[in-house]
């Protein structure tokens, strides 16, 4: 059995002590891949190993699928659905997306480029065009691709799209373009470098999928990428056009 243990910083000088009933670590693997138990101990006793855990309101699991964290949004996602459906008779159509967007999207936004793009995220896509449908009054069989335009609102997709782009741009120091990789001119110069990498939680991660993204945007969206303003506005009215039930849709998009 593995052992690790972890060396007392000194706390004298803040006043600050591990509070040992409260402390978890986490050890993160893949599927497939199992190891013997490893035991965390601090000043000789044992730390607490923890197959998920809660942190910034995100709910981490040891293999990062977003299961756990999923599950719990869609449940807030459905008390926010159930909140629409009872005063939607009461209230104007105004008032319905002021409430959508204080209960509904603050939610779906929230942490959205870690989780966005894993498959249990499907449920909260499903759970917002419900939403859509209470406040337009529509039938539970009618589409919600117009009425995503109409209201201006942004699919859990677009969102993701929209959140993981704004954090690439803000961030654009740890992206490397193509320009400063391959000393030649190429089509795709201005493009951000995109790693070589095999494990599917790396690829499907928000690093990865920002680089695939980000070099799929209409070369007019990506010109505004040093005018921060002008980017958000541009892309937003882009995202809230092109009405994206998925991420395999954006790409097979062709502006």
């Known amino acids: ?7 007392a910083v000194k706390v004298n000088s803040n006043r600050l002590a591990l509070n040992l009933n409260k402390t978890q670590f986490l050890e993160f693997r893949t599927n497939h891949f199992f ?3 490893v035991q965390m101990d601090y000043e000789q006793q044992l730390m607490n190993n923890a197959t998920e ?4 309101g995100l709910t981490l699991d040891d293999t990062l699928s977003w299961k756990k964290h999923t599950e719990q949004l869609n449940s807030k996602l459905c008390s926010a659905c159930y909140a629409l459906w009872n005063i939607r008779s009461e209230v104007s159509l105004h008032t319905l997306k002021i409430i959508y967007f204080a209960y509904i999207h603050s939610l779906l936004s ?3 480029i870690f989780w966005g793009n894993s498959s249990y995220a499907k449920r909260a896509f ?3 065009k419900k939403s859509i449908r209470i406040i337009t009054n529509s039938k539970r069989t009618d589409s919600c691709r117009q009425h ?3 209201l201006k609102i942004m699919t859990m997709y677009s969102q993701y799209i929209y959140s993981l782009m704004l954090f690439t741009v803000k961030n654009n120091h740890l992206f490397t373009p193509n320009s400063k990789i391959h000393e030649y001119r190429m089509r795709c110069s201005n493009d951000l470098h995109l790693p070589i990498a095999n494990l599917k939680r790396y690829t499907e991660g928000p690093y990865f999928s920002a680089i695939k993204i980000y070099n799929h945007l209409p070369e007019y969206v ?3 990428a040093s005018d921060l303003k002008s980017f958000k506005k541009t892309l937003k009215r882009f995202l809230c056009q092109h009405t994206f039930y998925s991420i395999q849709e954006y790409y097979d998009f062709k502006g």
């Open 222 to 224: 990506i010109s505004l």
């Open 110 to 112: 929230y942490g959205t």
């Open 1 to 7: 059995m593995q052992r690790l243990e972890v060396r």
């Open 148 to 150: 995503f335009k109409n």
């Open 53 to 56: 855990v809660k942190f910034l």
């Open 126 to 128: 499903i759970i917002q």
């Open 35 to 37: 190891t013997d138990s």
